[in-house]
């Protein structure tokens, strides 16, 4: 069953003539992304939608597929984009349960556009909402004068990362003021690091679904206090590459975990939900329109597998621990890459499965700095993996001048 | 089934005659902790160890658990702690088969007394190790000579305490030098911080599982590398107490999963593998017989809940997704205690399981910054904070003292 899957979505989304970039651009297949954005996606192409883990569907009363209800959504809110009526797990096409649901604590949404959707029925009750891991508040600060005028927030595991990519993005912009003196709005904590330049927001989330999962909470009851709409939310990360050669940008269709299916588990009181990680077709169909425009490095888009470690997770040789072959590693990828995986990082999941819930247009661009299938160990030297890194930030930047009108 | 364990675990470790500190200490109830160290648990405390999440063993061919190996090894290895023996999912006492274990590319250690035991045939091998988030390598330093000495890690979520504990543990073992000069040993990237004091390492892990686990990979190769033997690894952080003061300090017994079971899953190459999480009674012992000579604030021993977020896992209501009642959440906190639970944090579970699987002595110090039935956000004063903050630090130094012979 994930073969069918996996060779239907290879056909679509991975083959080579979606590679743009040097000397591999076919723009003759690289789709207008402003029509892609409003283009329903073909039905059938995603067989494992209905599928569990393990090809039965959902296996038990300990699994449950939580804000199913976004699929009644107006097709206004979300341009007639079909994906987000496709769930995983949900079988079951009839109408929404509505007493159901609002005894779960859900509120409907009277939002119109892109408005930012938190689902928690008691946070506009609070009277202060502290976001402890940036050392904000609602009392201690004015959320919509600092925030309010936000359009793209960029995120990335290292904090040095993201400072680097506001002071770039602050010269690509050509904005007033000197690029280098960019003030860190959450020194107060060191847990991540948060730059503002003038529409754009760069942060560090550290490394690992843990770590990216606080802060999208709280960055998206940032972004919901300070009052921000049409908000596009990119990561812009590093990976390991699969069947890639190094320096290859990939842009990502699906995150799909160690099964290789498009969903992410979430433990809520005990309990594991499932909830889906497809994200925005046009947004990525855009970023590849920009690496061909760029010509500067090849541009993928495809899937990105998701772990929860380094090491044994993505069938590394090299950790402490290592009970497996060599043969069985390389196994392990070719597998992934069957299943139209091309590249391995480790926040991708719920970033994706948070951004559909809450109503975000979402993205995740990462450079493959290595090509698993030759090693492990990451032995470019230090300027070779300064240039990989800047790839992500170079195409993100001129996604933004873009749809800012500024782009050359 | 659950109950059966909690209540008899409550029984061993969490009630009040454990607690130390001010003037809860009953220092009769506290074991000499040497003794302690070479005692055998008593049999039948722990009566989940033979079952699955479900109470139902090990629920198909995905699950299986690795390493169980570590039962053959000699007992003079383990000081005849029998807890090694007893492993989650292990109902088959028949001896090991070494030739599927060999297969499976284990190597028996030849080790004397309690070296850092990396299980990995490769790593050995490898022409050159980098250990790529630390920025360190075996052919760029001379690891042996850099920290071949180290006889305690310690180990904690935020860089700037971590780097604060280095000056104060510089200070409390009077070392020469100036404590405000520590420098960062993995300054060439951002993703840890690492500091040397003496015998001691101080180090950052950043926040949950995947970020702790990346760092305790490279370590423990780093421990190997340097020839270091008998380590013991600690981690100083903050969590949520369940129903305790704010400021008492919890030191773990057992680091638990959401099902409230003793045990972390890690997936390998696709397949998931279940760990046991008990933690070293000896060292816990100690450091509760520390809380009692410093008599500085409250310490109790108690199982710690792992979770791999701080908002749904933890059943809180302030954050950008809830869809439960704030009834549902004290119900799961109720259900916790029940099982034991005194704190719940995001690192313990692979930090135990890593532990137990490389021959390392662990433990996890960690002070309860709020009462979870009391609350969700974290409103005390940074001041308030950070005194908090510092109790783990005082308790680990003065266990660090204590064994290097220079407590007063």
Request: hydrophobic share 35%; with cysteine.
């Amino acid at each position: 069953m994930h073969n069918t899957w996996s060779e239907n979505r290879e056909g679509i989304k991975a083959s080579s003539s979606h590679v743009t970039g040097g000397s591999l651009i076919n723009s003759d297949e690289i789709k207008n992304p402003g029509a892609l954005e409003a283009e329903e996606a073909p039905l059938g192409t995603d067989t494992a939608s209905a599928m569990g883990r393990d090809g039965s569907g959902s296996n038990g009363k300990e699994k449950n597929n939580d804000y199913g209800q976004v699929g009644k959504r107006s097709s206004n809110q979300y341009h007639g984009n079909s994906k987000f009526k496709r769930i995983i797990f949900d079988k079951n096409p009839a109408p929404v349960d509505m007493s159901k649901l609002l005894s779960f604590g859900y509120v409907e949404d009277d939002a119109i556009g892109l408005s930012i959707q938190v689902k928690n029925p008691y946070l506009d009750a609070m009277e202060e909402d502290i976001l402890y891991h940036f050392s904000l508040g609602t009392k201690t600060h004015n959320l919509p004068e600092m925030f309010g005028d936000l359009k793209f927030v960029c995120v990335g595991g290292s904090a040095n990362r993201m400072k680097a990519f506001a002071q770039f993005i602050h010269q690509e912009l050509e904005l007033p003021g000197n690029p280098e003196e960019v003030s860190d709005i959450c020194e107060a904590t060191d847990r991540y690091c948060m730059y503002k330049v003038g529409p754009v927001l760069s942060m560090s989330h550290g490394m690992g679904v843990p770590s990216i999962s606080i802060m999208l909470h709280e960055l998206i009851k940032l972004l919901h206090h300070a009052q921000c709409r049409d908000v596009v939310l990119l990561r812009l990360g590093t990976s390991g590459g699969v069947g890639l050669a190094p320096g290859t940008v990939v842009v990502t269709d699906k995150a799909v975990d160690y099964s290789f299916l498009p969903q992410f588990e979430q433990v809520v009181l005990g309990k594991v939900v499932t909830r889906s990680t497809e994200l925005d077709e046009g947004v990525a169909n855009e970023l590849l329109q920009c690496s061909a425009e760029l010509q500067q490095f090849p541009t993928v888009i495809g899937n990105t597998l998701c772990t929860h470690d380094f090491y044994e997770g993505q069938g590394r040789l090299d950790g402490a621990l290592c009970s497996f072959s060599h043969e069985d590693k390389l196994e392990y990828l070719r597998k992934a890459h069957a299943a139209g995986v091309r590249n391995i990082e480790m926040e991708s999941s719920v970033f994706a499965a948070m951004c559909r819930v809450c109503g975000l247009k979402g993205a995740v661009v990462c450079v493959a700095l290595l090509d698993r299938f030759e090693g492990d160990q990451i032995t470019s030297s230090h300027d070779v993996l300064v240039e990989y890194q800047q790839r992500p930030q170079v195409l993100v930047s001129h996604f933004i001048k873009k749809r800012l009108g500024r782009a050359v």
